[in-house]
């Protein structure tokens, strides 16, 4: 496999294309953002964290059925995946209270969700990733009214898989954000990465937070709680 040229650089990881059209490389970046990019800081180590922990869980979601654009891994910061066309629309399961949620509606942080709620955000960062409904993304063309039935429905699925992994290694998987792009034979596959980058991780019995909001918030420890994260799920670092 042979890495050619930088295809698109995001604000953690960058994409090249291969020598195989069907193929691209993830490279997971040390660079952390927050608020659309305008705080920004290299953390040491957490490129490989992300890395494995993304393997990690990517492995888990395809025993459970769900499609997933990892090929192999190619080193510690490097992942050889599927080339997918990309659908601009993150979804956004919630099972507790935190977040824009909290911000847009008053709710009190932490309230649990019953049922766990679904959400559509336009990937857009000019925008600000403005939450959308479903009739948006059909009527501009974003994704059709299937496509995203079924991002629906696999996002529901990685949330039952995932809900009950963190819960075992005694953490509340609160929410969490996944993206979808369309496969060369048509098909719907999970893209992007899951990583504590994306989801909100809180202790099951301290409620302290172990995720992306430290770095949001200024908690410090973010590597530490990335890590810890990594060896309560037995992800080998
Ligand atoms: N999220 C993300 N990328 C985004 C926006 C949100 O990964 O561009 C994740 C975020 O980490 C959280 C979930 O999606 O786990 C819900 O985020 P929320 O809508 O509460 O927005 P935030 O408070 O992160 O701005």
Request: net charge negative; with cysteine; proline share 2%.
């Amino acid at each position: 496999m042979e890495k050619r040229t930088e295809l698109y650089r995001g604000k953690a990881k960058t994409v090249y294309t291969t020598d195989d059209p069907e193929r691209l490389i993830l490279h997971f970046r040390n660079d952390t953002s927050a608020f659309d990019g305008e705080k920004v800081e290299q953390l040491d180590r957490k490129g490989m964290i992300n890395n494995k922990f993304n393997n990690f869980i990517m492995d888990k979601l395809e025993a459970a059925g769900v499609a997933t654009q990892i090929d192999k891994v190619l080193s510690d910061t490097e992942t050889l995946v599927k080339r997918l066309d990309m659908i601009p629309v993150e979804c956004v399961v919630r099972n507790y209270a935190a977040g824009s949620l909290v911000r847009r509606l008053g709710v009190e942080e932490g309230q649990e969700l019953s049922p766990a709620t679904f959400e559509l955000f336009l990937k857009n960062d000019a925008l600000h990733d403005p939450m959308i409904n479903e009739t948006h993304a059909v009527a501009f063309g974003w994704a059709t009214a299937e496509q995203l039935a079924q991002m629906k429905s696999l996002t529901f699925k990685v949330n039952d898989v995932l809900k009950q992994l963190f819960d075992d290694a005694g953490m509340l998987l609160v929410d969490f954000k996944l993206e979808f792009g369309v496969a060369a034979d048509g098909s719907i596959v999970l893209g992007d990465e899951f990583s504590p980058d994306g989801c909100r991780l809180w202790d099951k019995e301290t409620r302290k937070k172990l995720d992306k909001d430290r770095f949001r918030q200024g908690l410090g420890g973010v590597v530490e709680a990335y890590e810890e994260v990594a060896n309560r799920l037995g992800v080998a670092l």
